[in-house]
């Protein structure tokens, strides 16, 4: 049975490898090209880029746990605004090229970039998080079950609520968020069934900026609030930035997504209104992928991470939601059924 991963894509217009990493503010470590080495991971950011305290920074921390373990050369790519899907597969391509393997590509965009660039390089194993729609003997499609911690996520703040209305905010109106809405009220409406869903998406595509825009977020989070949220789950990237922020200057709960937020150093100022956040364990896929590659036994297909995997779930650093009882046992008992089949969350 194949070990579960994940990874995702985004990119810069490169015309090498180099510039992409100067100009756009990757980091690489490299071994000259003369020499033929065969290097180690790199990963191309999704929207939003590196310092987005959520989904691209797991990655991050996935790709120096494998530099730290194995001591190979390294290199991640930030995204640029604006960029097709050549510009990705021309950044995937350059990277593999320079003897980088595994290749992963952050984000679901990078679906069309990894099918060209892993039928280029057949010899390169290429990651892609988040979407399942690419079949290559050398790719690894790595998904997750969002909408089970997104379930949890809903039993918390139906739990957590004083005012029976609570907010979702997705970053763009695509099915893969449309998962974590979709478990998240099924999670609310089960605990609490009179309980109001405010749900509402930035944009309809990621350029217009739904996942890389903290203002977008804030506004939307504003405008639940004012209609009476007082806990609101963001699924938005470095826009649910915004969220979190809205949601600790009125003094209201806020639901992180991705990483553990509570614990993010960027959002310590609204580190007490993070109650818990929504995780799937990007890093372990990400470092995942690149151990099986160091093993001679890459990973390849659909690797997914849902509950009984442990690779999604909710985040306890906030006292305050790991000591309140009843919180906990609710989710626990949700995460029990979900396990055993009781509970079938809903994708859509």
Same mark, same amino acid.
């Given at each position: ?96 090229? $320079?003897?980088?393997?595994? #290749? ?6 990078? &679906?069309?970039? %990894?099918? +060209? !660039? =892993? /039928? @280029? ?105 004012? $209609?009476?949220?007082?806990? #609101? ?6 826009? &649910?930035?915004? %969220?979190? +922020? !809205? =949601? /600790? @200057? ?99």
């Amino acid at each position: 049975m194949r070990r579960v991963t994940r990874i995702a894509l985004a990119g810069t217009a490169t015309a090498s490898l180099a510039l992409a990493l100067s100009a756009c503010g990757g980091t690489s470590t490299s071994s000259s090209d003369s020499k033929g080495e065969t290097k180690g991971l790199a990963i191309a950011y999704d929207v939003g880029g590196k310092g987005d305290q959520s989904f691209n920074d797991a990655a991050y921390q996935g790709l120096k746990q494998a530099k730290d373990e194995f001591k190979y050369d390294t290199a991640d790519v930030e995204p640029t605004d604006g960029e097709t899907d050549a510009d990705k597969t021309q950044r995937l391509v350059a990277l593999a090229k $320079k003897g980088y393997n595994p #290749v992963i590509g952050i984000g679901f965009a990078y &679906g069309p970039a %990894v099918k +060209e !660039a =892993a /039928a @280029k390089f057949p010899n390169t194993t290429f990651g892609i998080v988040d979407d399942s729609s690419v079949e290559a003997k050398n790719v690894a499609d790595l998904v997750f079950s969002e909408q089970e911690a997104s379930y949890l996520a809903g039993v918390t703040a139906a739990k957590a609520t004083k005012s029976n209305v609570v907010g979702f905010v997705g970053g763009v109106d695509v099915p893969l968020i449309h998962k974590f809405g979709a478990g998240f009220e099924q999670g609310v409406k089960d605990t609490k069934p009179g309980v109001k869903v405010l749900s509402q998406y930035l944009t309809q595509t990621a350029q217009e900026g739904g996942f890389s825009s903290p203002d977008k977020g804030k506004a939307a989070a504003e405008g639940q609030i004012e $209609k009476k949220a007082d806990v #609101v789950y963001a699924a938005a990237g470095l826009s &649910g930035q915004g %969220v979190i +922020e !809205a =949601a /600790a @200057k009125a003094k209201v709960l806020a639901i992180g997504v991705d990483s553990d937020q509570y614990k993010q150093e960027a959002l310590a100022a609204y580190k007490d209104s993070i109650l818990t956040s929504a995780t799937k364990d990007v890093a372990k896929a990400v470092y995942s992928l690149a151990k099986s590659v160091e093993d001679g036994k890459p990973e390849s297909g659909i690797v997914r991470g849902d509950l009984k995997s442990g690779e999604v779930g909710l985040a306890d650093s906030n006292p305050a939601y790991k000591s309140n009882t009843a919180i906990q046992d609710a989710v626990k008992a949700a995460q029990e059924k979900i396990i055993s089949g009781a509970i079938k969350v809903k994708t859509s």
